[in-house]
């Protein structure tokens, strides 16, 4: 079983920056992908952003050029930097993990971003 913690989010007026941080723990494998989901009030799921342990990264259309997924793989903590955000940005934001030779995922609490003047 994989725990992640995640932090960073908070209130933040449109055109500012968030940086999200989710730190993995217990059973992390590799091969695996690490990212981030968000969820709005009366809206499903949607990935945002995902990248791999080997880096490779994949993104949202809707947050190309504004958000930047990273990882520390010693730390087993991935980051996403949040910019030029909206309040269509405004969402749950829930870090995931998924390993694999195994197929397990493991989702965290989620951390509310709310953009709005």
């Known amino acids: 079983q994989v725990q992640l913690v995640e932090s960073g989010g908070g209130l933040v007026q449109p055109g500012g920056s968030l940086r999200l941080s989710c730190a993995a723990s217990?059973?992390?494998?590799?091969?695996?992908?690490m990212g981030w989901y968000r969820q709005a009030p009366g809206k499903e799921r949607e990935l945002v952003a995902a990248?791999?342990?080997?880096?490779?990264?994949n993104y949202a259309d809707s947050v190309k050029g504004r958000f930047t997924i990273s990882r520390d793989n010693a730390k087993n903590t991935v980051y996403l930097q949040v910019n030029s955000l909206k309040p269509e940005d405004t969402a749950v934001y829930y870090c995931?993990?998924?390993?694999?030779?195994?197929?397990?995922?493991?989702w965290g609490q989620g951390t509310q971003v709310t953009v709005s003047s």
């Open positions: 217990g059973s992390i494998f590799s091969p695996n992908v």
């Open positions: 995931y993990h998924h390993a694999f030779d195994t197929g397990r995922q493991s």
């Open positions: 990248i791999t342990s080997y880096g490779s990264t």
